[in-house]
């Protein structure tokens, strides 16, 4: 299984940025979707941003505008800009990938998460 590693958390105050990065142990065979979630204390991990094979990206509409998914796939690397931060982005980030190792695997991989704390 692939394993992914999170980092670039950290304390910010609001209105700062940050950049995730999500590096993959190994080159993939074959990407369907990876994305970006998160877990606030007490609450649900949810889905924050998101980015198909083929480029298309979706974002929960809390953070529309504000956050930019992106991939590189020579660096085999995932990553989340984070733009004009508020304390409600308070969390640990998770990295997740859907992906194929090999024609005939599906399988799903995430990492170990990162904390990210925005201070009022």
């Known amino acids: 299984q692939v394993q992914l590693v999170e980092s670039g958390g950290g304390l910010v105050q609001a209105g700062g940025s940050l950049r995730l990065s999500c590096a993959a142990s190994?080159?993939?065979?074959?990407?369907?979707?990876m994305g970006w979630y998160r877990q606030a204390p007490g609450k649900q991990r949810e889905s924050v941003a998101s980015?198909?094979?083929?480029?298309?990206?979706n974002y929960a509409d809390s953070v529309k505008g504000r956050f930019t998914i992106s991939r590189d796939n020579a660096k085999n690397t995932l990553y989340l800009q984070m733009n004009s931060l508020k304390p409600e982005d308070t969390a640990v980030y998770y990295c997740?990938?859907?992906?194929?190792?090999?024609?005939?695997?599906?399988?799903?991989?995430w990492g170990q998460g990162t904390q990210v704390t925005v201070s009022s």
């Open positions: 980015i198909t094979s083929g480029g298309s990206t």
């Open positions: 997740n990938a859907d992906y194929y190792s090999d024609p005939w695997s599906h399988e799903h991989s």
């Open positions: 190994r080159r993939i065979f074959s990407i369907k979707a």
